[in-house]
C-alpha cells in the first residue's frame, strides 16, 4: 500500500508506523471508540447523563427546531467539553471546511461530516486529510463507506433513519447491505475486484484493502433508529464496532435508565439474559416505533409468503 493509502492493520490495537502515516494515528484513536455507544448531546445536562451512563464519548449537536441545521453553537461545545471528561465529537455540514477548522481550533476529539445537517456543498466532501482530529462520516453503502475512507475518514458510520422517528429498518437494511457485499468481496479472485471496485465506485486500493481484511478498514458504527436495547445489540451481532444513539432518548422521564440500557447491550449483545435485564421497564422507549401508513401497506402487500 501507499503510504498516504488506508493501511491500518486491524489486529487488536496495532496500527502501521504513524510518523510516516499520520491517518494511520488517526484511524487508532477511532479505534478507542470500538464496542461503545456514542449519544448524541444537545447540553451540558445531557452530556453529563451520558457520561455517568457509561457512553463512550458524546455528539453535540444543536437543537432541532425549523430552518437550516448547521454547526452547535462553539461555546456551548466549549461548555460540555469542559464539564465532561469523555471525548466530545462535533457536527459540520458536509463540504463545510470551514466549520471543521473552527471545531478543530476549539479542540473536539472528533468531527462528524453530517449528512444529518443542511448540505454545505452538493458535490464535495471535506479533505480531511488536511485536519488533524479524525473525522467521521456517514454511508449507506460499501461504496460510498470506501470513498469517505479515501477521503480520509477515520469512522464510517451506516446511516438508516435521518428523521428522528425511532425506526430501525433503514439502518438493518443498510448495515446488511454493507456487510453483505463486504462477504461477496472476500470470496472474490484477486482479478474480480478490479470489476467490483468499478461497480462500486470505490478506489481499488481500499476495496482490495476490505478483501484481505474482511471488514472495512476503520471503525464502524451504525446510526439512526436505536432506541432500545435490542436495537444496539441488533447491530453489534450484524458486525457493527459501536452506535450512536440519538438526542430524542432525553426526551423521557429517566434519560439515564436509558442511556445504561443501551451502554450494556452494546458491552453484551451475545448475552440474552443480560439483554432481557436491561430491557425491562423501558416500555417509553417503544414509543415512536411505528411505521408510517404507507410502509405499512406497501410491506403487506409484497410477496413475502
Given at each position: ?295 405499512v401497506e406497501r410491506f403487506v402487500s409484497a410477496?413475502?409468503?
Open positions: 500500500m501507499e503510504e498516504d493509502g488506508t493501511v491500518t492493520v486491524y489486529s487488536g490495537s496495532a496500527i502501521t508506523d504513524t510518523k510516516k502515516n499520520p491517518f494511520s494515528l488517526k484511524v487508532g484513536i477511532a479505534q478507542m471508540l470500538r464496542g461503545g455507544a456514542i449519544a448524541e448531546v444537545t447540553n451540558v445536562n445531557q452530556a453529563k447523563i451520558a457520561e455517568s451512563a457509561g457512553a463512550c464519548c458524546i455528539v453535540v449537536s444543536e437543537p432541532k427546531g425549523p430552518g437550516i441545521s448547521r454547526m452547535a453553537d462553539p461555546s456551548i461545545i466549549k461548555e460540555i467539553k469542559q464539564s465532561v471528561t469523555i471525548p466530545v465529537m462535533a457536527k459540520a455540514r458536509v463540504g463545510h471546511f470551514v466549520e471543521a477548522q473552527i471545531l478543530e481550533a476549539i479542540g473536539v476529539d472528533y468531527i462528524d461530516e453530517s449528512e444529518i445537517l443542511a448540505l454545505a456543498d452538493e458535490d464535495h466532501f471535506v479533505n480531511k486529510h488536511n485536519f488533524r482530529a479524525p473525522f467521521v462520516c456517514g454511508c449507506r453503502d460499501l461504496g460510498e463507506a470506501l470513498r469517505r475512507v479515501r477521503e480520509g475518514a477515520a469512522m464510517v458510520r451506516t446511516q438508516g433513519d435521518l428523521l428522528g422517528r425511532g425506526n430501525i429498518v433503514d439502518t438493518v437494511r443498510n448495515v446488511r447491505k454493507v456487510m453483505g457485499d463486504i462477504r461477496v468481496l472476500s470470496n472474490m479472485d484477486d482479478d474480480e475486484v478490479f470489476t467490483f471496485s468499478k461497480k462500486i465506485a470505490a478506489p481499488y486500493d481500499i476495496v482490495a484493502q476490505t478483501k484481505q481484511m474482511g471488514r472495512l478498514p476503520v471503525v464502524h458504527f451504525a446510526a439512526g433508529g436505536i432506541v432500545t436495547p435490542a436495537d444496539a445489540a441488533l447491530m453489534m451481532q450484524l458486525g457493527c464496532d459501536g452506535v450512536f444513539i440519538g438526542s430524542d432518548i432525553f426526551n423521557c422521564s429517566d434519560p439515564y435508565k436509558k442511556v445504561r440500557a443501551i451502554v450494556q447491550a452494546v458491552r453484551n449483545y451475545n448475552d440474552p439474559h443480560i439483554l432481557a435485564a436491561a430491557s425491562s421497564g423501558l416500555d417509553e422507549a417503544m414509543g415512536g416505533l411505528n411505521l408510517n401508513e404507507n410502509r410477496d413475502t409468503y
